[in-house]
């Protein structure tokens, strides 16, 4: 029997979410997802996993990215693109922004708000004098905020420095990131993605001092400065990556962080044979080198079953939405990759809502249809 009359406006509201919960369901469901254009770039897309391949590992990060050093292509990558709090990462790009424009071999004498730099500190005493190079090892080994600060102080100062830095990464294509300090502490403004740390490391490693620093394990620091013509004492500084610290196969270092609002934050290359990987890792949620690890097999054993679904820093021109300058941007996604989205797991409150939204869907659409047969 029909009744002479339509469902009742709360049933139709319950409809109308059924239909919109159903929609909201197959996104958070981790299903495969189209991509909308042959024009857009799915490393833009920030809602998961992109791959055209084989499937990468389940990492425990808000963000990661597997690509290429030689190539700069994108083996696979999750919320590449998303705008995260880098930690010490960002020394990486602080290195290459330095590297070029200071003599290894000058000397430097500290000062005192060079050495009071807070966070983490490789020990450099103020009125005492060290070469430039040892205040890199400084920076890259026990990731020394106060080497940082000296570094940008013999570079003419902060805020140059910190201008060099927003201009470097601009000239190599990093859109997600700008600096507002060279330690990579916490700060309101200051941010990266993964993207971009994969750009900053593969441009290091074209640098043979970069290679240098990141992949020694420890060396000896000098002490302060002693006066008249003692001789002055020095200390042992390591390395904070766990993975050169065991001797991973291939390991060419880079560069740990951590801070509260970042949580941990990884970047790491690796040479296998005739292909170097780099894997860059952010707001992990598991021990730093574990996820690495599982990227880097995963990288080693698919790479050449995977088509790439992006490169690091091909020239599309754009504005920086942070500074005025001219910078690049990845190159149009190619047809045929596909986008996936999280498991529920990322997140409770994501698994939550896709029950709710899965009980709305139930019950909007039964009352819906059962309103119909009626």
Known sequence: MRLPFGPSPPFRALGVLGSVGASLILAFSGASLAVASPDVDPLSNDHGIVVDGPEPPKIWAKSWIVADAET????????????????????????VTLLPKLDLNDGYRVQWEDAHATGSAVGIVPGSR??????????????????????????????????????????LGAQDTHAINPTGLDAPGQFTSAFDLAIFTRAGLTNRDFRRYVSTVSTSFPAQEPKRDKRRDTYMIYNQNPLLLEGYRGILGVKTGYTSQAGRTFVAAVRRGDRTLIVALMGIV????????????WGFSQGDNV??????????????????????????QAAGVST???????????????????????????????RRRT
């Open 72 to 95: 700069g292509e994108v083996l696979a990558a999750k919320n590449a693109h998303q705008r995260l709090r880098p930690a010490s990462t960002l020394k990486t790009l602080t290195a």
């Open 130 to 171: 060290y070469t430039i190079d040892e205040l890199f090892y400084g920076l890259m080994l026990p990731s020394g905020n106060d080497a940082a600060r000296a570094l940008a102080s013999a570079a003419g100062g902060l805020h140059r420095t910190v201008r060099a830095m927003n201009t470097e990464a601009d000239a």
């Open 286 to 297: 598991e021990p730093s080198e574990t996820a690495a690890k599982r990227l880097f097999t």
């Open 307 to 332: 088509t790439a679904v992006g490169t690091l820093n091909e020239p599309n021109s754009v504005t920086h939405p942070d500074h005025e300058t001219t910078v690049t941007t990845p190159p149009p």
């Open 340 to 370: 996936s989205t999280p498991d529920t797991g990322d997140s409770p409150a994501q698994g939550f809502a896709v029950w709710v939204l899965a009980g709305i869907a139930l019950v909007g659409g039964g009352w819906w249809l059962q």
